[in-house]
Each structure stands twice: as C-alpha cells, then as structure tokens.
C-alpha cells in the first residue's frame, strides 16, 4: 500500500463516520459489511474503482466516466429518496384548496421516520412501473419486512400525510383507477341481477351473499385479461402514494354526523378550506370562465349539464325547476364549493336560482364493502380505530371491518367455520392489533376517494409528511396566463 496523505485518511474518516451515523440509525448492523469497501476506497485502493481512467482509449474514458457519474446520482438519490425526502406531484383535487392539481411538494420522510425499503433493490424515482420500458421498476427479491426508523413525531390530528394506497396491493392494469376489491364487488354482483334485501336477511346470511359477489367478481377479472388487464401483486412501498388528511388516530372513534366528523364525540373543526359538490342553477344566464376561474372552480371539477328531453325529468325531480321566460329550463351547473363560495354564490340573487347539494346516489360503494351498513359519505359510523396492543371481540357485525387489518395488513389466516372462528387454526373471538392504524380524508369530500371507501391506514403505510410547495402549475392556463402560481411557491403544507 502507498503511503497516503493526510486529507486521504481524513475524507476516508468522514466517510466512515457518517456511515456509521447512518447505521446506528436505521438500526442495520449487516452494513457493517461494507465498511472494509468503504476503507478500500480511500485507503488500500485494492479493487480497481476506476479502472477505466487508466484506459487508452478516450472513448471508453468519456462514457465510463458518464456511467460513473451516473451510477452515483442514482446511489445518492435512492437514499435521499428513501430517508430524507422526496417529490411527490398533487394528481387530483381532493385536497383543494389545501392543495391544488398541479402542486410540487417536498414530502419529509423524517417527520414520522423512514421505512427501510420493503423492496431495497428497486430504480430510484419511480414507484413502481419504468417509464417506455412499461416494466417493474423492483426486483421482488429480497423483500424486507417492515421496519420504521426513529422520526422527529408521530402523525398528528389534521396532518396531512403521504401514504401508500392501502387498497392497491392488488391491480388489475386496464382498471388501475379503481380498486380490486371494488372492481370485484361491483362485477360479481352484476353476475346476479336479482335485488336482494339485505335488511331482511341476518348478517350471515350477507357474509355468504357478499362473498358470493367478491368470488364470481374475481374470477371473471382473473379470467379475462384482454379487458382488465393482467392483475398484479404490489409490496406496500410499491403500491401508489395517496395524499390525504388525518382526521382519526389509532383508538379514536369516528364518526360523521351530516358532513361534520366527531372525534370520540367531539366535533373535529373543519380544515380551512373544505368542499361539498353542489348543483348550481342560474336564473338563465351562463355563469362566466372569469368567475368560475376567479372563484378557483378548474375545468376538472367543473360540469354543466347538456338539458334535454331524457335529463330535464331527473333535474326538475331534484328540485332545479327554475325556467326562462321561454319555458326552457335553466343552466345547471355542478361543481365543488367551500362555505365561503357557497355564501357568494347564493348572494347573488341576479345570476343564481337555487343551489343544492349532491346526493348520495353518486357515492358508490363505502367500506367496509361486504357489509350492508346504510352508512353513507356524509353521515358515516361510528367505527374505531385499530390501536396497536389493543385487543377486540369479534362479532358479526365488526368483522367485516377488521378483517382485512388481520388478513390483508398483519398477515394471518383468518377462517370461519360452522363452530366459530379460527385465526391461524386456533378457534378464538379476540383479536390483538400488531400495528397502528389511521383515518384518512380528503378536504374536497365528495371527491376524495379515501378511508371512507377503503378502510384503514396502516402505519406500515405511512410515507412521510409534505413539508413545502416548491412549485406549482395550474393546467388550465397557458405559461404566458399565469400557469404559474406564483403565490403558492415555498408555501408551507398545513
């Protein structure tokens, strides 16, 4: 070995140390292994790190040294990305107008601790498919088990969280907007068309005809690839990053009493900000772009009804009867509103007839989905909240709600049988949660697909914590039209 300088030894110290930091803090002692490489780097030079400088041919030099640069971009990115922070885009407006469509934020994984990598050897940046290769972006092998490391807090009340969709461990590719378990209800029961009365039936009597719903729904799906495509299976860092508000804590009852949630009975304060979807009707004028834009309605969220002989019966049916001086019904118009919108669109007598609020007919299937509840999105439990350590008596009318905690997230087999039920073979009505478990929502609440519709976050879900705007795009204007918001850049998460 040559004698090597002082600043050599000094960088390869550093370099050692905060290796060592790193270790100590996610816990990993198995990477201790890779400190005698770490040595060999600065110090004994035994493996030829850069062979490729040495090579005469210039070419070989110029993209070996690309390559190099390259694969330690991709090195310093992947643990920045999994323990420090990362970028994650607003897809949908279901936290408006908290966050808008088109907002750039950086997510800290240090805020409630990072999770080791469930997949460590996956390409950094994409989360599970890579782009124009249309392929797995992660190796499958080796899958680790879940670890957290320690974080600066814990998720708090009204935080809003990063979190992988808890419902996306399985997908089928053609149908990747709507969740399997879903897609399979709502398949299996258009196999068998007769209506069945579920108040007239006992519970068991429901488990039986619902998993009559979910076998028949799978079966078609796993059965026709061409129309839903192949169905893959997702470890949870590799399933899609949801972003929502936490409204209940592990051991929190929750409930939503017409709109306005109850936290163990305590009514929960509304985020600033919060929406309902309402039908608005003019007294015959249109409504312009420049107000809608002002009001900050996008062209998303925005619908205005084509009347004609088949729709004007449904309108006038809920109460949108207002007419022009011709007779024809009025423009109807539905999109999301916050109290305060609501307020100035009703003051205005001169344009607006008559606002009402959506109905639940345009709710769909809420969770638990195998369980005939009559619990609807605005008027909803109440139900508890799993609680790591906390035991539970499983009855008919609960197990529909925590099976998929014990099955899907804690990984045990769950059977019922003639003489009760069996958790891992052994006959027994309790249940101990291993893990905490949270309650998400999305401020636009009747345009968030949340906990409402899938149940239960996980901890071992749980992504991190947006912190900063760091840019924001509006889609609906044009770079010389203000397409950027300016005043939302550097603006703090809250």
Not at 100 to 109: A, E, M, N, P, R
Not at 138 to 155: A, D, F, H, N, T
Not at 281 to 289: A, H, K, L
Not at 436 to 441: E, L
């Amino acid at each position: 070995m040559d004698k090597r300088t002082p600043r050599q030894w000094l960088k390869c110290c550093i370099a050692i140390v905060l290796y060592l930091l790193f270790l100590i803090w996610v816990k990993s002692w198995w990477g201790l292994l890779f400190v005698p490489f770490i040595f060999d780097i600065y110090i004994t030079k035994k493996i030829p790190w850069t062979f490729w400088r040495n090579s005469k041919n210039e070419m070989v030099r110029s993209i070996m040294s690309w390559v190099d640069a390259i694969v330690f971009a991709l090195v310093a990115v992947y643990f920045v990305n999994n323990y420090i922070f990362q970028n994650y885009q607003i897809p949908s407006s279901s936290l408006e107008k908290s966050l808008l469509v088109g907002d750039f934020l950086y997510v800290s994984k240090v805020s409630y601790g990072p999770r080791v990598p469930n997949t460590p050897l996956s390409m950094p940046l994409a989360q599970h498919t890579l782009p124009v290769l249309n392929c797995k972006s992660y190796i499958e092998w080796p899958q680790w088990s879940y670890k957290r490391v320690k974080g600066l807090g814990k998720v708090k009340h009204n935080d809003i969280v990063v979190f992988n969709f808890p419902a996306g461990d399985t997908v089928a590719l053609n149908y990747q907007q709507t969740d399997f378990y879903t897609l399979a209800y709502q398949e299996g029961k258009s196999m068998y068309p007769a209506n069945v009365n579920m108040d007239s039936i006992s519970f068991k009597e429901q488990s039986m005809i619902y998993d009559l719903y979910y076998a028949a729904g799978r079966k078609m799906i796993l059965s026709n690839p061409a129309k839903y495509g192949e169905v893959v299976i997702r470890p949870v860092d590799r399933r899609e990053n949801y972003v929502k508000r936490c409204l209940g804590l592990p051991g929190d009852t929750l409930k939503i009493v017409n709109g306005q949630v109850y936290i163990n009975n305590k009514i929960s304060p509304d985020p600033e900000g919060v929406q309902f979807n309402y039908f608005v009707q003019t007294t015959g004028s249109y409504i312009s772009d420049d107000m809608l834009r002002e009001m900050g309605i996008s062209k998303d969220d925005q619908v205005m009804f084509n009347i004609d002989q088949a729709s004007e019966p449904a309108l006038v049916a809920m109460g949108l009867d207002g007419r022009t001086a011709e007779g024809r019904l009025c423009p109807v118009y539905h999109f999301p509103l916050t109290k305060q919108m609501f307020n100035t669109f009703a003051a205005n007598k001169k344009l607006i007839h008559k606002i009402i609020m959506e109905s639940e007919d345009y709710a769909g299937q809420l969770y638990p989905l195998n369980m005939n509840t009559k619990w609807n999105r605005n008027n909803y439990g109440p139900i508890w909240i799993p609680a790591k350590g906390t035991s539970i008596t499983l009855t008919e009318k609960n197990l529909p709600i925590y099976e998929r905690c014990i099955v899907a997230y804690e990984g045990n087999k769950l059977e019922k049988k003639a003489d009760g039920l069996y958790i891992n073979g052994v006959k027994t009505n309790r249940y101990t949660f291993k893990m905490d478990y949270y309650w998400m929502m999305g401020d636009n609440r009747h345009n968030s697909a949340d906990s409402r519709y899938w149940g239960f976050v996980p901890e071992d879900h749980v992504v991190g914590k947006p912190i900063v705007v760091w840019l924001s795009l509006d889609k609906d204007r044009g770079w010389f039209d203000g397409k950027i918001r300016w005043n939302r850049i550097f603006k703090w998460v809250h």
